[in-house]
């Protein structure tokens, strides 16, 4: 059972550690040598009393990642053969969780100090099934960093909470993601798909479960630096997207507001090719006039000179101000997100390109991946 917070008789609570739910953090791990005792650390530095195991999953990895981990003082098991998935690397270490709550993190994240203590603490007060925390590139050199730190900057202030506004999440992000044991025991992980933690959190949605987002916690990721991984990242993203739909296109409907967004983003993805066309040509021949349309023999008129860039501009207007806003709450600087702007437009017109090519890939040709591919 869960132990919840007790009050005295004064009427303050006690919030001595062992009232609180404690904490197993679970570290699925494959050839992550470079960065796995950095991630450890920053567990071993959580404020939070109540982390009773640190357990690294190393998924036969062939570079001494178990070694390292071991050498940081921290519980490791091993696959006996690599799985080819997160998914079940993380269903092979399902007996071995001890704690009130299981934190997911990836071997490549490092928390802020109170993440632990926070999303804990916030448990004891209103149980959930799962919750997750903001994302922010741990390096912002590459075209891609950049480009994805707006990315996680405008997507979490505009669409995360949105979403987590209206009780929905699309993805309780598996680089950072908080459970309740016996949920995620009874749920599992999904093995039919490349992206656990969005099928996961469907189905936890689509049955009515708590899902939560905690905007004011961070996880810093590292995100990729070359375009090969890049690649390899959104491939694995967009087609697991796909089948996640795939499994879930009998049952989705049960959560109307997750079908919704499900429509929105697909659509929004198919058509993105669309709008940048019509970017570049607007660009290259400017809209001149205005264009009239007849309907039952009345005429509409539709100012094309003025509404096409106004338009343009506002979308661009709005992803500016979003990001800066949420950067000012993380304490991001400016010049971080300035950078970013040009390439977060260059490189969602890819983007564009790698969601037609992974709905291509996935439901017409039918080319499915069946290995896990890093992000890094």
Same mark, same amino acid.
């Given at each position: ?72 003082? %921290? #519980? *490791?098991?091993?696959?006996? &053969? ?6 079940? $690397?993380?269903?092979?270490? /399902? @007996? ?19 993440? %632990? #203590? *926070?999303?804990?603490?916030? &448990? ?6 799962? $919750?997750?925390?903001?994302? /922010? @590139? ?239």
């Amino acid at each position: 059972m869960i132990r919840r917070k007790k009050k005295k008789k004064n009427g303050k609570e006690n919030n001595s550690p062992r009232e609180l739910p404690t904490v197993t953090v679970a570290i699925p791990a494959f050839n992550e040598r470079k960065s796995i005792a950095d991630t450890v650390k920053s567990i071993q530095n959580q404020t939070y009393q109540n982390i009773i195991q640190i357990l690294v999953i190393d998924d036969s990895s062939t570079d001494g990642t178990g070694d390292i981990a071991r050498k940081c003082g %921290v #519980k *490791v098991i091993r696959t006996p &053969f690599n799985s080819g998935t997160k998914s079940r $690397a993380l269903n092979f270490a /399902f @007996p071995y969780l001890k704690g009130d709550l299981t934190a997911i993190i990836d071997a490549d994240t490092i928390l802020e100090s109170q993440a %632990v #203590k *926070v999303m804990a603490e916030r &448990f004891a007060e209103e149980p959930y099934a799962s $919750a997750c925390s903001c994302v /922010f @590139p741990q390096i912002r050199k590459s075209i891609w960093q950049h480009a994805r730190t707006i990315e996680y900057l405008y997507g979490f202030f505009m669409r995360k909470k949105t979403q987590a506004y209206l009780g929905v999440l699309m993805v309780s992000s598996g680089c950072a993601t908080i459970f309740d044991t016996k949920i995620l025991l009874e749920y599992g992980y999904s093995e039919g798909t490349m992206v656990e933690d969005m099928e996961l959190t469907w189905r936890l949605v689509i049955a009515k479960e708590k899902v939560r987002f905690f905007h004011d916690i961070v996880a810093f990721s590292k995100d990729p630096d070359t375009w090969k991984i890049y690649k390899q990242q959104m491939k694995r993203w967009l087609q697991g997207y796909f089948q996640t739909i795939s499994i879930h296109k009998k049952d989705i409907w049960k959560s109307k507001k997750l079908a919704t967004f499900v429509l929105w983003y697909t659509t929004e993805g198919l058509v993105g090719l669309v709008i940048y066309a019509l970017l570049i040509w607007s660009i290259i021949f400017p809209p001149a006039g205005n264009l009239v349309i007849a309907l039952s023999g009345h005429y509409l008129v539709f100012p094309v000179k003025f509404v096409m860039p106004l338009m343009y501009l506002s979308g661009f207007a709005l992803i500016v101000v979003g990001a800066l806003y949420q950067a000012s709450k993380l304490r991001v600087s400016k010049k971080d997100v300035l950078k970013g702007i040009l390439p977060y437009f260059f490189v969602n017109a890819i983007n564009c390109v790698l969601f037609l090519a992974a709905f291509l890939n996935e439901w017409v040709l039918k080319r499915k991946p069946d290995t896990w591919e890093k992000g890094h």
